[in-house]
């Protein structure tokens, strides 16, 4: 899954090229072994495709809105490449190729059913997110020249509902894909991206906005609404 995709990368065009040719030539490689990986790796394939398909434009609009507050730290950089792997690299040639069959593990139908239910509650709040974040969106941790604090749409609820819809993707992921390595990694990966990067950027937010993210975070939850 290309949820952590490169498109805001200041990688040359020729690379990002290259990158695309070999990412389309796994999904062709997994589609062609369609019998293998079944309708969840098919789902899970779709789902991939369609973050890229979500993100892009949010992608190509932030470009113009210049950083000026940039704390991507070598634990960020380490973190999100964990993420590049687990919910990437990871599936997309397992799937593709079969690399990793020795750790397969068998599901019941329903197990799979459950897993693309998941996923197509993660594409809605992953779309979601992104809409009502526009500009002020960022693959890592960054404050943007003219970064307003959003607190309309889904973010009326939750501070993090990308990170929610990431956790979807993430706990269907084993289901589409059974795989101990293939499916199940990214449950690590984002475990850790979660603890350790919610916690920063609610300070950074803090160090930018003040008491106004102080006042949108008590009326909010982290990934799940606030009852009381
Ligand atoms: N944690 C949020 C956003 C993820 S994108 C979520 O899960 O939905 C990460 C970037 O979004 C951060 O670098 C920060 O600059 C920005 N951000 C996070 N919450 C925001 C908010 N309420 N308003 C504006 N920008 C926000």
Redesign the pocket.
Known sequence: MTVVDQSTSKRPLVGQLLAMAIYLGFVGLALWRWEEIGWGGLVWLAGSLMTSVIRAPYAKAIIANTIVDDRQDTGEKILLAGMYLGMGLLPTVHLATGLFSFAEYHLPSWATALGAALHVLFLWLFWR?HAD?GR?????????DE?????HGV?TYI??????AIWLAALAQPLLVPNWIAGCMVLVAFSAMYLVR?PL?EA??RDKFGQAYDD?AQTTGRLLPRVI
């Open positions: 997110s974040l002020n969106w960022s693959v890592t941790l960054e404050i943007r970064h307003e604090l959003v607190t973010y501070r993090h509902p990308m990170y929610a919610a950027e950074m937010m949108y």
